[in-house]
């Protein structure tokens, strides 16, 4: 969405009186982009509704803070990708999982039929994706299928652009290998 299409999102959200209306097209216009990057990092629906879910919560208790100096895509980018992030944190915690167990409890969601959409190549990427450490997967998610800027990406992360070249670059080399060694 334009910036002018956030600008009217921020003044109903804004005005006591249009504030819930304000939220419902915040939420309208970008649930389904923010869902779509969070199930590309936790895969599992459930979880990524749930973590949407939290995303906009989070959003709605923290709007004043929100200063404009990004869109509020960005912003609720940046909002997704730490609930994610913490999520799988979270629950490879709370089940004591190895990142062995972990990758291959989430290969095996991926092996499901109906679980991922695509061929066999976009299963096979699913499972690359899989032996990455969680922060190289989200910038490989950013660049590679967001298709961001390395300074959008600095902007939502919080990383640096050169950090965020280097992460794309060595996960960019694991996800060949993984592919090549199939």
Do not use: C
């Not at 609930?83 to 969601?109: A, G, N, P, V």
């Not at 961001?148 to 950090?163: D, H, K, N």
Request: hydrophobic share 35%; glycine share 4%; charged share 30%.
């Amino acid at each position: 969405m334009k910036k002018n299409g956030d600008q009217e999102i921020l003044q109903l959200i804004q005005n006591p009186k249009t504030r819930e209306m304000g939220f419902r097209q915040l939420i309208l216009t970008y649930q389904k982009r923010v869902y779509h990057v969070i199930r590309r990092m936790v895969l599992i629906h459930e979880d990524a509704d749930d973590i949407t879910q939290n995303t906009f919560i989070k959003a709605h208790h923290h709007i004043d803070k929100f200063q404009g100096q990004s869109s509020l895509f960005t912003w609720l980018y940046r909002i997704a990708t730490n609930e994610s992030l913490t999520f799988l944190e979270k629950k490879k915690k709370r089940y004591f999982f190895s990142i062995e167990d972990h990758q291959e409890k989430m290969e095996s969601y991926i092996d499901q039929p109906g679980n991922i959409d695509g061929d066999e190549i976009q299963r096979l990427l699913q499972k690359a994706l899989l032996t990455l450490p969680d922060k190289q997967r989200l910038v490989f998610h950013l660049k590679y299928q967001e298709e961001l800027t390395y300074e959008e990406m600095s902007e939502i992360t919080g990383t640096s652009v050169g950090a965020l070249k280097a992460s794309y670059h060595h996960a960019v080399k694991k996800v060949e290998y993984s592919l090549t060694h199939e």
